[in-house]
């Protein structure tokens, strides 16, 4: 071997060397902007004062704890009997019943019995099978109609989910998958990774988000005519980043829509809990495809990071398989198998979350209290940030009817669309690059999602704690309004 040890060969991994799939995966929700600020909160901490800003503020994901929501108590007593079960042992359990109340003890002890006592060991591929039945009974509840464990399967997040759901559906890269636009970036990039193509469909702004049936049918129909073997169809109810929620005619005619044009339907419903209009309360596709006696072959999604939980980091969630053949679930099944299992605190999250402490119970009044809590901020946060963004010049904003995001719309002067195409940039990512080196504020430019062609936008969360709310909003308002000033004032 040479003296440098090889190191003047080139490597055998690199980039031009690697899989290429992944060189083109794009995820803009912690893109170029999140980096950035990763790099601010650093430089801040080591030199408080440097900048004009004491903090930085991550609104580029809907990350709650981040932005210090509390998690809830009753799932966090679980967890930490759980995972030190020490505590229920006999020598410990009159101690530890001063500290935790008898429901969260009761729990912890039914969970480990699910786990033969082991949360650090593997459990069944598909997930813990009694909280695959919480699983199924809680969407018997919320839809009346049934729901079979074995369609369940518990997973990383609703992410692993969706990337399972999306690999065993793409055989070659003729197929494509009908995506909306504006997305959730999650399904580009894991379509680009598969070597599969998206065929996008537009969300109608004006009309606050509303998927428009035509234009599934333009966007298929020409798909099609280019060859693509167009497959399936994602729906994002309610949606990131629009915030908009589906009315349940509209959510029947993609169901018939999907019938009619043979493709399976993966409905991305994580945020569910999170809707703030009395106009179009959730309903679920199962619970459509159930009235309407669809065969439509349907997958939908749901998750522990969203809600009032947000337990994001804990990364639990589940897809429910409705109508799909019986080899295809043995070979889901398999899939699940050659990674283990889902990581163990997350499956017995998701058990909190569909199964909460019942009226009668020791901690049903605080769990419905902090959920109540986390709900009405969220929902008044939601509305003043809308407030103030209509209030801005050159703005325009959808109210959220549900999620956590809000998405404006900006007009962008044509000098400063001229200087960023000059630097080879987005133009909404300069000005959300601008807005963060001035202000600390973490967004993400709608180009991340898609748009329609000549609109801009950006997708702020509106997950800053309430007592900070004023100042975030005060911090965005000066910046807007100095870019507006200054192009203006170029313009004259
Ligand atoms: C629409 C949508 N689907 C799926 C996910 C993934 O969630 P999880 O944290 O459960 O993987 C997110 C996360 O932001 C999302 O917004």
């Not at 009974?137 to 369609?151: K, L, T, V, Y």
């Not at 494509?176 to 702004?205: C, F, N, R, W």
């Not at 699940?336 to 605190?345: F, H, R, T």
Request: hydrophobic fraction near 40%; proline fraction near 6%; charged fraction near 20%.
């Amino acid at each position: 071997m040479s003296a440098d040890n090889g190191a003047s060969q080139a490597k055998v991994l690199r980039v031009e060397t690697m899989n290429p799939r992944i060189r083109v995966m794009e995820y803009a929700v912690r893109g170029a902007i999140p980096i950035r600020a990763e790099e601010l909160a650093a430089e801040l901490k080591a030199s408080p004062g440097s900048r004009p800003f004491s903090k930085v503020t991550p609104c580029n994901i809907g990350n709650p704890q981040q932005l210090g929501q509390k998690p809830l108590t009753f799932l966090r007593q679980v967890s930490a009997l759980m995972e030190y079960s020490d505590l229920l042992s006999p020598a410990l359990l009159e101690q530890t019943r001063k500290l935790f109340p008898e429901d969260a003890i009761a729990r912890a002890q039914r969970n480990l019995s699910h786990v033969n006592g082991a949360v650090g060991a593997y459990t069944q591929s598909l997930g813990i099978h009694e909280i695959r039945e919480d699983v199924a009974r809680f969407i018997e509840q919320r839809d009346g109609f049934p729901a079979d464990p074995n369609s369940i399967c518990l997973t990383n997040g609703a992410s692993g989910a969706v990337e399972r759901v999306l690999d065993i559906l793409v055989s070659s890269p003729d197929v494509g998958v009908m995506i909306p636009i504006p997305q959730y970036p999650l399904y580009t990039a894991s379509l680009a990774h598969l070597d599969a193509k998206a065929v996008p469909y537009y969300l109608q702004e004006e009309s606050d988000w509303q998927l428009s049936v035509a234009d599934l049918e333009r966007a298929l129909g020409e798909a099609r005519a280019g060859g693509v073997d167009v497959r399936a169809l994602v729906v994002i109810n309610p949606g990131n980043p629009t915030g908009g929620c589906l009315e349940e005619a509209n959510i029947e005619e993609v169901v018939r829509f999907c019938e009619r044009e043979r493709l399976v339907l993966l409905a991305d419903e994580v945020y569910q809990t999170n809707i703030y209009t009395e106009t179009n309360p959730f309903v679920s596709f199962k619970k459509v495809v159930s009235r309407l006696k669809s065969p439509v072959e349907l997958f939908s999604f749901h998750s522990i990071s969203k809600g009032m939980v947000g337990e994001c980091g804990r990364r639990g969630g589940y897809y429910e398989a409705v109508n799909i053949d019986s080899q295809v679930m043995a070979q889901l099944l398999k899939l699940a198998s050659v990674s283990l299992c889902p990581n163990v605190q997350g499956q017995m999250a998701v058990g909190v979350m569909v199964n909460p402490p019942q009226p009668g119970d020791a901690s049903y009044e605080q769990y419905q209290r902090e959920l109540g809590d986390i709900y009405q901020s969220m929902r008044r946060r939601a509305k003043k940030l809308a407030l103030a963004f209509n209030s801005l010049p050159n703005m325009s904003c959808n109210d959220a009817q549900g999620a956590m995001y809000l998405f404006p719309k900006i007009e962008l002067p044509q000098a400063f669309i001229d200087e960023a195409q000059s630097l080879g940039q987005q133009p909404d990512g300069l000005y959300c690059m601008r807005m963060l080196e001035a202000t600390g504020i973490s967004v993400v430019p709608g180009s991340g999602f898609g748009q329609a062609p000549g609109t801009f936008h950006f997708r702020s969360t509106f997950l800053p704690s309430e007592e900070l709310f004023d100042e975030f909003i005060a911090g965005f308002r000066s910046f807007h309004l100095d870019f507006v000033a200054r192009y203006a004032a170029s313009q004259q």
